[in-house]
T-cell receptor
Framework: GESVGLHLPTLSVQEGDNSIINCAYSNSASDYFIWYKQESGKGPQFIIDIRSNMDKRQGQRVTVLLNKTVKHLSLQIAATQPGDSAVYFCAEISGNTPLVFGKGTRLSVIA | DSGVTQTPKHLITATGQRVTLRCSPRSGDLSVYWYQQSLDQGLQFLIHYYNGEERAKGNILERFSAQQFPDLHSELNLSSLELGDSALYFC??????????????FGPGTRLLVL
């Protein structure tokens, strides 16, 4: 079946460096993609989304890149801070179907 | 604070029992989604309600049921509980994003432990 997955289960980054979290998807009909951040003991929190007709979108310190050719999505976090430590999920949605989440990547920021 | 509320925060019960989890969506949001998150699985979609009507079903067991009431709050009922039902249960309500899509704001979750 269709699935959304993550290349790396864990990522350790030095404070101040940039982080890149990757995600592969398989449903070429997905309308848009969303990145969520989940801190320990909390629910997932929306970070940024991107429609399938775009290849890049920027937010505050975050950039999402979409490569439809290879069905790859990435989240770049600039100047990573300790508060960025969390599990990051990518999710996709197609039409009226519910979000499909990947398993998540744990980002650990080293001070 | 996402604006989505869930009660209780923690729930400990025994196998075979039945529990009810409650969710109130953000003010003005008509949709409620329920998810299960266990240690070995990512977020698993269970069911979606919109303005009182069921819209979509995911990996929801027959022992589980849900409903959305006229005031838009929702309840997830879990019965004949098994050890494997121990998990975090999240609800979310949806909103349009600046990117033109629709995303979900999640509540703080209910942690269920079945002993």
């Amino acid at each position: 079946g269709e699935s959304v997955g993550l290349h790396l289960p864990t990522l350790s980054v030095q404070e101040g460096d940039n982080s890149i979290i990757n995600c592969a998807y398989s449903n070429s009909a997905s309308d848009y993609f969303i990145w969520y951040k989940q801190e320990s003991g909390k629910g997932p929190q929306f970070i940024i989304d991107i429609r399938s007709n775009m290849d890049k979108r920027q937010g505050q310190r975050v950039t999402v890149l979409l490569n439809k050719t290879v069905k790859h999505l990435s989240l770049q976090i600039a100047a990573t801070q300790p508060g960025d430590s969390a599990v990051y999920f990518c999710a996709e949605i197609s039409g009226n179907t519910p979000l499909v989440f990947g398993k998540g990547t744990r980002l650990s920021v080293i001070a | 604070d996402s604006g989505v509320t869930q009660t209780p925060k923690h729930l400990i019960t025994a196998t075979g029992q039945r529990v009810t989890l409650r969710c109130s969506p953000r003010s003005g949001d008509l949709s409620v989604y329920w998810y299960q998150q266990s240690l070995d699985q990512g977020l698993q979609f269970l069911i979606h309600y919109y303005n009182g009507e069921e819209r979509a079903k995911g990996n929801i067991l027959e022992r589980f049921s849900a409903q959305q009431f006229p005031d838009l709050h929702s309840e997830l009922n879990l019965s004949s509980l098994e050890l494997g039902d121990s998990a975090l249960y999240f609800c979310a309500s949806s909103v349009r994003t600046s990117g033109g899509g629709e995303t979900q704001y999640f509540g703080p979750g209910t942690r269920l432990l079945v002993l």
